[in-house]
Every structure is written in structure tokens, then in C-alpha cells.
């Protein structure tokens, strides 16, 4: 295991050569890890259906199909809890690498899996063991990622830094949604069912080598070396997270609920689905579709970095609500366009929604490593993080077909959409403004002091 090395003062920024390094090394690290995740989202939404659950007839196949990108929800927490007791102990370093190379595996064994035709229910099983790995990995990459980026940065500039993983999401976005639109050209009608989709579980791997290189050269999080030196690891961090801050962890995951089941649209291949259905009301073609996905993820990576640097300016908490503003607009606006029945207008839909998103994803990093204590942050971020993905992302496309199946409509799903917004907003204002503060051990009382407007500070 990688000892660290004295480390100066975790207040104390690292060297820029290093922080450059580390906004490189988590912006591609995350950048693979996602590109695993939305591969199988959308290859649920576009063939899963029919390949694994064609028996169940096709309405109940694409739930089924849906319901095992948020089957892997569920497994999240447990990567959280260990992910933070590590993370915790050993560092955020060893965490990120060993995330990395399970999920990577994961997405190329599912590149190889046979389908229903060829094994019947095993298929079916041994798919959703798969996704059930990828949920153990995704929850405790992202607490990993957000820490060393953050822990990293100057306090002034953690809003930007902190953006560095994030942007990874719609980077993986860009290319999960553009090589899936590349074989869906190369390989049309049933080439892609028969191969065409495998190929992007397997270009995994080739990421997969790219990524554990390069984390293989960031150094330790400055806040966790100097941890490490005080010998002041806590033996059971979860147990304490949730004795001291369990409320805490309850309003975060609140917090990224509300992000999490709108930007699930997409990222969980719903919108791909909706539009690409040969017996819905759009039946727009597959490769556009896909494009027009794609060029969305530009305009939310763009707002994610520049909303991480606004948090910097105006603090996470206004920032925050200027993007549940911008997000609630989004989803108002999302079904109307899409409805419309172009790849202009789905386009328009999409980008539109992403701006909200960004400005409700870019500050995270920041905001949730600010809330928590040093000794217990790594659990506190990653568990938090976990939760909400379970109440907003786990089960939003399956939720939104259901609903349209039910009511005939997109209108349920909008209203649906802008009530976990308005949960996002109520959990951003229940916390204090916490931008700047001190990261590092030596400031632990400072930090336990609890950042809810509904909790003495004492």
C-alpha cells in the first residue's frame, strides 16, 4: 500500500504541477467510470428489452430492462460504506484505483454476455449480477474523485477544482452516447442486436488501462497524508458518521436527489428509449437521437465547470438555488420540446434541461466535502451521495415509463420531475453557507459544528 509522504498542512494547497495532476488524473478517471455506467443505461433503454427480457412481453421487458439500471442503485451504499471505511483509514488514492479496475471488468464481461436465445434465465441473472458490481464501484468512485480534487485545491478555488469530476459525468455522456450513435451507423437494424452493441462494453478496457495509469501517479489528498501522520484515523468512521451527523447525511442525500432523478432522464436512457420507440408517439431514428444526447452532454459540462467557479464567487448555497431555478425551468420545458417530435426540438429540450443540471451539479464536490468533518468526510460524502442516488436517479426511468403507460401522457412525468427539483431546493436551504472552510484535521471541532439552519452549532 502506498505510504504518504510528510505532507504540509492540509490547509496548505498543493503545488500546482500536483493539483494539475490531480484535476487531470479525476476528470479522466471519472470520465471511464461513467462511460461504463451510461453504456449499459442506454444500451437498457435501446436493446436489453428485447434481448434479455423478450419472454415478458415488450412493455413489461422495458420495465424489467429499466429496473435493472436501478437495481445497481441500491448496491451503491454498499460501495459507500466500503469505500469510506477505507477511504477513511487508507486513503481516498487506493480506493479510486481498486473502483476502477471493478467496474471496468464488470462493463467487459457484460460486452461478452450471452442473451436469453442462447441461455435463457441465466442471461437475465447474470446481467443484473453484472450491474450490480458497476452499483458497488460508482459508490465509492465519486467520493474518492470529489476528495482529492477538493482536498487538493486552493480553499479559494474548490468550487472549480471540485468540478473536475464532475464534468467526467457529461464527458462519459459524450462518449457512451457517441460511440453507442457510431455502431448504430456502422452496425444498423439487427447488426446492432446481434453485435453492434457489444462493442462499446468492450472499448472498456482499453479506458480502463488508460485510467488506473493515471491514477497510479496522483499523490495521497494532502488532508488524509497529514491524517495519516497524527496517526488520528478513526477505527470505525461510519459508525460516527452516523452517530454525530445522521440528520446531516439525510439532508445531503435530499440535496442530490434532486439532481439525480432529472439528470436520469438521459443519463439512464429514458429520453433514448421514449424517442427511439418503433410503437410510441415519436419513433425517431436511433443514430440522431443519440447524437442530439451527445451534444446536450456539451452543454451540461460546460455549465458544470462554470458553476463550479461560480460557487467559488457567490458560495454553494446561492448557487445552488439559481440552478433549481435554472433546472426547474428545464424540466417545464423538457416534454413540450421533445413531444414536438424533431431532433432539433429534442435537442433543444435536452440542452436547455443541462444548464440546470450543471449549476445543480458543479458545486457538489464542494459543498458536500465542506459539510463534513475530515476524520469521517470520505464516508460522510460517499454515503450521502449513495442515498440520494437511490431516492432521485435508481428507479426515475422506470418510474417515468410507468407513468406514461399509466396515464397516457408526459405530463405526470414533468410534475414528477419538478417535485424532486423542489426537494433538492428544501434541502439546499435547510444548510448553512459553509464555502471556505478550513479542510483539514486540525480544524475538526470547527467542522463538527453542524451546518443545518435547524441544529444548535454548539
Request: hydrophobic share 50%.
Amino acid at each position: 500500500m502506498h505510504s504518504p509522504e510528510p505532507a504540509a498542512p492540509a490547509g496548505t494547497p498543493a503545488p500546482l504541477t500536483d493539483r494539475r495532476r490531480v484535476v487531470f488524473a479525476t476528470v479522466v478517471g471519472t470520465t471511464v467510470e461513467w462511460y461504463d455506467f451510461f453504456i449499459y443505461a442506454f444500451a437498457a433503454g435501446l436493446v436489453f428489452g428485447e434481448l434479455f427480457f423478450a419472454p415478458a412481453g415488450p412493455a413489461l421487458a422495458t420495465l424489467l430492462s429499466f429496473a435493472t439500471v436501478g437495481i445497481s442503485f441500491l448496491f451503491r451504499p454498499l460501495g459507500a460504506f466500503l469505500a469510506g471505511h477505507f477511504g477513511d483509514k487508507h486513503g481516498r488514492r487506493v480506493v479510486l484505483v481498486v473502483t476502477l479496475v471493478l467496474m471496468g471488468a464488470a462493463t467487459a464481461l457484460v460486452g461478452v454476455l450471452p442473451t436469453y436465445d442462447s441461455i435463457g434465465v441465466a442471461a437475465p441473472v447474470l446481467l443484473i449480477l453484472l450491474r450490480v458490481l458497476q452499483g458497488v464501484s460508482a459508490g465509492g468512485e465519486w467520493g474518492g474523485a470529489v476528495l482529492m480534487a477538493v482536498e487538493h485545491a486552493p480553499a479559494r478555488r474548490r468550487g472549480l477544482f471540485g468540478a473536475s469530476p464532475q464534468i467526467g459525468v457529461p464527458i462519459g455522456l459524450l462518449l457512451a452516447s457517441g460511440v453507442m450513435a457510431l455502431m448504430a451507423a456502422i452496425a444498423p437494424g439487427d447488426a446492432f442486436l446481434d453485435w453492434g452493441w457489444r462493442v462499446p462494453f468492450l472499448l472498456s478496457v482499453v479506458l480502463i488501462l488508460v485510467g488506473y495509469y493515471v491514477r497510479r501517479k496522483v499523490e495521497e489528498s494532502p488532508v488524509f497524508a497529514e491524517i495519516a501522520q497524527r496517526k488520528e484515523q478513526t477505527r470505525l468512521p461510519v459508525v460516527q458518521l452516523f452517530r454525530k451527523h445522521a440528520l446531516l447525511v439525510v439532508v445531503a442525500a435530499f440535496v442530490f436527489a434532486g439532481n439525480s432523478a432529472v439528470g436520469y432522464m438521459t443519463t439512464g436512457g429514458y429520453i433514448q428509449n421514449y424517442a427511439t420507440d418503433p410503437d410510441g408517439p415519436l419513433a425517431l431514428d436511433r443514430g440522431p437521437v443519440l447524437w442530439a444526447v451527445a451534444g446536450s452532454a456539451v452543454t451540461w459540462l460546460v455549465s458544470t465547470w462554470v458553476a463550479g467557479g461560480v460557487s467559488d464567487r457567490l458560495g454553494r448555497r446561492t448557487t445552488y438555488v439559481v440552478g433549481w431555478m435554472l433546472q426547474l425551468v428545464g424540466v417545464l420545458t423538457l416534454f413540450p420540446l421533445v413531444n414536438a417530435g424533431s431532433i432539433g426540438t429534442l435537442f433543444a429540450g435536452l440542452a436547455i434541461l443541462t444548464v440546470g443540471l450543471g449549476f445543480t451539479y458543479g458545486p457538489q464536490p464542494a459543498l458536500y466535502s465542506e459539510l463534513f468533518p475530515a476524520s469521517v468526510r470520505f464516508s460522510g460524502v460517499s454515503i450521502s451521495y449513495a442515498i440520494g442516488a437511490i431516492i432521485g436517479g435508481a428507479f426515475a426511468p422506470t418510474i417515468a415509463t410507468w407513468l406514461v403507460q399509466t396515464t397516457g401522457s408526459t405530463s405526470a412525468v414533468t410534475v414528477y420531475l419538478a417535485v424532486m427539483t423542489l426537494l433538492g431546493l428544501a434541502g439546499t436551504l435547510m444548510l448553512r453557507d459553509r464555502t471556505g472552510i478550513p479542510l483539514g484535521p486540525e480544524h475538526e471541532d470547527e467542522q463538527t459544528a453542524s451546518p443545518l439552519h435547524l441544529v444548535s452549532r454548539a
